[in-house]
């Protein structure tokens, strides 16, 4: 067995340690939630037969966040540097539009659409939200939330 993060030689061979995993289960759609040790986590997603649209905008201060749609499609409602308001939209079908980075800082919102089976893998140090179990998860503002509801609702 060669050596990797995941792996500690010992005298009588190698002990295997894997990511850690949690397993959520939210308005029938199914996440499994993998920490690395390094850090990172990765989680893979699979949204509802009815899909599901996350109004609530975030923005994390130290990671950023690499969405990969494997099926289906979700739409991403992200605010750009300059404050402009831009879409865009993942689906399995397009291979030049299968991934998107988030970068830190950046509010964004997400819709599933049905079934969809998309990765989500966190890179970075995380910068822990106090309010949020010291997950580093923030909350977009007002002006945000408001343009993500509208974005959604017309979808």
Same mark, same amino acid.
């Given at each position: 067995?060669?050596?990797?993060?995941?792996?500690?030689?010992?005298?009588?061979?190698?002990?295997?340690? *894997?990511?850690?995993?949690?397993?959520?289960?939210?308005?029938?759609?199914? !996440?499994? +939630?993998?920490?690395? *040790?390094?850090?990172?986590?990765?989680?893979?997603?699979? $949204?509802? *037969?009815?899909?599901? /649209?996350?109004? +609530?905008?975030?923005?994390?201060?130290?990671?950023?966040?690499?969405?990969?749609?494997?099926?289906?499609?979700?739409?991403?409602?992200?605010?750009? !540097?300059?404050?402009?308001?831009?879409?865009? /939209?993942?689906?399995?079908?397009? $291979?030049?539009?299968?991934? @998107?980075?988030?970068?830190?800082?950046?509010?964004?919102? /997400?819709?599933?659409?049905?079934? $969809?089976?998309?990765?989500? !893998?966190?890179?970075?140090?995380?910068?822990?939200?106090?309010?949020?179990?010291?997950?580093?998860?923030?909350?977009?503002?007002?002006?945000? !939330?408001?343009?993500?509801?509208?974005? @959604?609702?017309?979808?």
């Amino acid at each position: 067995m060669s050596e990797s993060i995941f792996t500690r030689k010992t005298e009588g061979g190698s002990i295997v340690t *894997p990511p850690s995993c949690e397993v959520k289960m939210t308005d029938g759609g199914l !996440q499994l +939630r993998f920490k690395l *040790p390094t850090g990172g986590k990765v989680s893979i997603s699979e $949204a509802p *037969p009815e899909g599901k /649209i996350e109004k +609530r905008g975030h923005y994390h201060r130290g990671l950023l966040e690499v969405y990969t749609v494997h099926s289906g499609e979700i739409r991403i409602l992200y605010r750009d !540097q300059y404050g402009r308001f831009e879409q865009v /939209i993942l689906s399995h079908q397009y $291979a030049d539009a299968c991934c @998107f980075e988030v970068q830190k800082g950046v509010c964004h919102a /997400i819709s599933q659409g049905p079934c $969809a089976v998309f990765t989500t !893998q966190t890179i970075g140090t995380p910068v822990g939200n106090p309010e949020r179990n010291g997950n580093d998860w923030y909350l977009a503002d007002e002006g945000f !939330q408001k343009k993500a509801e509208e974005y @959604f609702s017309e979808k």
